[in-house]
């Protein structure tokens, strides 16, 4: 007799594979990570960002080449004569990139951002962001979460969320990220998570893990990451995370822990986040939407938008936005904060799990879930 998991028809020889033993107490649900990017909140741009002045990608460029010496006007002039207003005539451009000045020699403003003239750009004033309270000081700081009304710690959305190329919502990713994601997830290996618990249709204390897969994410034919594929766990412990857990009310939650998986560029090189906090829902449709949050190297995250020059992005305005909003870590020496507050957005679908050998730790279902289909 064969079975059905979320669609899926499993042959009867793989269901009695995923079947606990008699003894087992517990059970674990696998999936993979679909999606990773900023949280971004965009509800009232005219209360989150007042001023108004980053403007579009066309502003961006009439700043930038005001930068090189030219007035508003002749800037203006320059992108109005250009065929592409989206991009600076090419001349420009050139002269753009090469306008740092290092042991008296032009060189590029992405390789010496700290070289680069610091454009101001707004940041977030608004009340609102998701996130978490990670033990920040400065009240005055804080944020609303739109979901729990909790006082929370969120300085990388304060440092880009009024930059034009990250004022989207969700199923939309900010386009910096967006590009760097395709590229990535359909190379990179892909980030798996378990929930270990005595029932996992109750309450109750879990255990979640975090690991890298040997392979990349798998696509469906409209392009989405697909569900109920199987991956097999990398057994290096470098991107090992156990963590505590609970869920509750169709909540999970985890006791906040450091967490470290390394990844690839162009997309994120590794998420490093100290003191992480996760807040993960169950969707009818099996898949987890929900945010983790902690401190994040600002300089990492910054390398990740510099080196994707292009991307509709105000790299420089916000790489300076990102020093001067980093809020954790100071360097003993230069007193430069080298963390920031920050969370991102994640979605997880149902995804069959093994070890290296083959043997399945982990089902879309649940071993229970499973045992009675």
Not at 13 to 28: F, H, R
Not at 317 to 337: C, E, H, R, S, T
Not at 358 to 366: E, K, L, S
């Amino acid at each position: 007799m064969t079975g059905k998991i979320f669609g899926f028809i499993v042959a009867p020889a793989l269901l009695t594979l995923c079947l606990p033993s008699p003894q087992a107490l517990a059970e674990t649900r696998g999936y993979v990570i679909s999606w990773f990017a900023t949280a971004t909140y965009i509800e009232n741009l005219k209360e989150a960002c007042p001023d108004g002045r980053n403007g579009t990608i066309v502003d961006m460029h009439i700043r930038d080449i005001q930068s090189l010496g030219y007035t508003k006007e002749q800037a203006t002039a320059f992108m109005n004569s250009t065929k592409d207003p989206e991009n600076k005539p090419r001349e420009l451009a050139d002269k753009y990139r090469n306008s740092a000045v290092v042991n008296g020699k032009n060189v590029s403003i992405y390789s010496y951002p700290d070289a680069a003239q610091d454009p101001n750009m707004e940041t977030v004033s608004g009340k609102y962001a998701y996130g978490f309270d990670l033990g920040g000081k400065n009240e005055t700081s804080k944020f609303a979460d739109p979901e729990t009304s909790a006082k929370i710690d969120n300085q990388l959305w304060r440092a880009v969320g009024c930059e034009h190329s990250y004022l989207v919502r969700p199923p939309l990713m900010p386009y910096p990220e967006e590009v760097a994601w395709n590229i990535f997830i359909d190379s990179a290996p892909a980030w798996s998570l378990q929930i270990t618990g005595e029932d996992l249709s109750k309450d109750g204390p879990v255990t979640v893990t975090l690991d890298r897969t040997t392979q990349h994410l798998e696509r469906d034919a409209a392009a989405y990451v697909l569900a109920g594929t199987t991956y097999i766990v990398e057994a290096s412990q470098r991107s090992h995370n156990v963590l505590k857990g609970e869920i509750k009310n169709g909540m999970l939650t985890i006791t906040p822990q450091n967490v470290y998986l390394e990844g690839e560029m162009p997309h994120y090189a590794e998420i490093d986040l100290i003191n992480a906090h996760m807040r993960l829902k169950l969707e009818p449709d099996g898949k987890l939407v929900g945010y983790w949050g902690g401190y994040l190297d600002w300089q990492r995250y910054a390398y990740m938008i510099m080196t994707r020059p292009g991307n509709d992005a105000d790299h420089i305005g916000i790489y300076w936005a990102l020093k001067k909003m980093a809020d954790a870590d100071p360097d003993p020496v230069k007193g430069q904060n080298r963390r920031i507050s920050g969370t991102f957005r994640v979605e997880a679908v149902p995804a069959f799990l093994t070890d290296t050998k083959g043997r399945i730790i982990a089902t879309p279902m649940g071993s229970a879930e499973l045992a009675a289909n």
